[in-house]
């Protein structure tokens, strides 16, 4: 006898062996026990999760001996033939290769008027519908809309997008859902136990993690360690066989990441790539313990894990915060999308590692960089020109080396005096009492200024080149960030209602949700400036007049000529 694949010997033949999907088996079951059976459904749902078993049981439910019921015996020889394949009344349509209006004319228009030749009902089951042509769709349209009494459609598809609304109008909607860890683990189990195999737990669960979401491919997956494993199947082998990334190198990546280790995350991943892992298996991976550290962090935590590792995510996850854990997961999420466009993926790991390694110190306001500290620098002899902060956002520059002068001479009495009243930054726009919460805001979104132009800059460049002329100076109230421009076309751009609420709403998603409101102010200029800047301009404006007096003069001297003055 050929061997029978594992997902195709234990297709379940009952609705109550369909895992995962009661919302949909119930109400079948429902319709059928109270005859309200319709004319078309469609399966819509992920692959492998039960749309084409589900279909076939709905045949046998209405072609079996003793019904329609909505417990077919499976024993009858209705049941058989539907089981085996060869019931010549319930026909089976790949879309996927019959995809043209001939194939839909020939398979079901021309031969769906005829009664059934041995069952109750013909059941026309079309797998992978979305992928039939639009004249194909035409063409059934009029026969979905009004199919003989003897006639039941079952539209399979992982698309339903793409199927047009006239057909998903005529139809009735069952979305199957992705199956979860916890079914995927007992639906091995139920195989391993029936085979007469055994299995580390560490082993189903990687097999299931491997699956996502597909019983269909878990039992593919099992079948190809059983292959390799023999009677008993470990972690080790599900490891080596499916090329699972070891735990142990994605942990050195997280850790890395909590100690800000740049080197040592790039190095791990490495290490990933070296026993043969691909690049979007080591983001995935790494994506995947992230998630898992999101979930431990915020208490969501996944009780299908042992208690093992439970603690151990629990410990680890302490280290970050939920913000910093979701932007790790952003980057990691950018970094697959944009796989398929890079030529160089090893580049966009090693980018994706850095990222990451240096996220919690670029998101959290108590980490060194973003704590505000100053480091003090030693006195020099002959210090270099450096700004001398005047106000929040506004700057001065050094004095000369003759303004010095003039400043430490004897003369300068009340220098005391004024060397404080130069270093004490202006007071003018600043409250007088600071809340710890609100000053801390303000030093987060000052650390993280650059990322959230970057990401304005994602949908609106104008939109970033006038955030480049603002500067976040202060936060007033609970959430009202001031932004100071320093010119006034940006500052009048940024009046934009849509613009500023946009602005708002990317600040928000850095804070965590936290909701800002963002008020704008020119910054002030320097009278200084202006009162040192002012007799320089007259002095010139002067020059230019008495030079042009001069010119004057000399051509009438030339031209044996007089200067006549207007108006005399």
Known sequence: MAHIALYRKYRSQTFEDVIGQQHVTQTLQNAIRAGKVAHAYLFCGPRGTGK????????????????????????????????????????????????????VRETIIENAQYMPQQARYKVYIIDEVHDLSTKAFDALLKTLEEPPPHVVFVLATTEVQRVPVTIRSRCIRFDFRRASLEDLVLRINTVLEREGLTAEPEAVQAIARAADGSFRDA??????????????????????VLGIVDEEAVGAVINAAARGDVGKALMAADEMLRRGSSVRTVLEAVAQRVRDLLYARVGALDESLSVAQLSALKALAQHFTPDTLSRMLDVLVRALAQLRNVPQQR????????????????????????????????????????????????????????EQAQQASPQAAKAPASASTAVKPSTETTPTSVDAGTSELL????????????????RSRGGAEVLREASPVRVEGENTVVLRFRTEFSYAQMQSEKRRQFVEQTISRFLGGRAVTIRCEMQRANPASQSAN????????????????????EVAQTFNGYIELEGG
């Not at 039992?219 to 080596?240: I, N």
């Open 219 to 240: 039992l593919s997956l099992l079948e190809q360690v059983l292959a390799y494993a023999g009677g008993h199947v470990d972690y080790e082998t599900v490891r080596s």
């Open 534 to 553: 002012q007799p320089s301009n007259d002095k010139q404006q002067d020059d230019e007049e008495i030079n042009g007096e001069q010119y004057a003069q």
């Open 347 to 402: 580049v966009l790991l090693d980018m994706a590692m850095v990222q990451i390694a240096r996220m919690k110190q670029e998101t959290e306001p108590t980490s060194p960089i973003n704590s505000g500290q100053t480091v003090v620098q030693p006195a020099a002899a002959t210090p270099p020109a450096a700004e001398v902060r005047v106000g929040e956002g506004a700057t001065s520059p050094a004095p000369s080396r003759s």
């Open 443 to 458: 030093k987060l979104i000052q650390g993280r200024w650059e990322q959230i132009i970057a990401r304005v800059a994602e």
């Open 52 to 103: 084409t078993t589900t279909a076939r049981l709905l045949a046998k439910a209405l072609n079996c001996e003793q019904g329609p019921t909505p417990t077919p015996c499976d024993r009858c020889a209705m049941c058989v033939a539907i089981r085996e394949g060869r019931a010549v009344d319930v026909i089976e349509m790949d879309a996927a290769s019959e995809t043209g209006i001939d194939d």
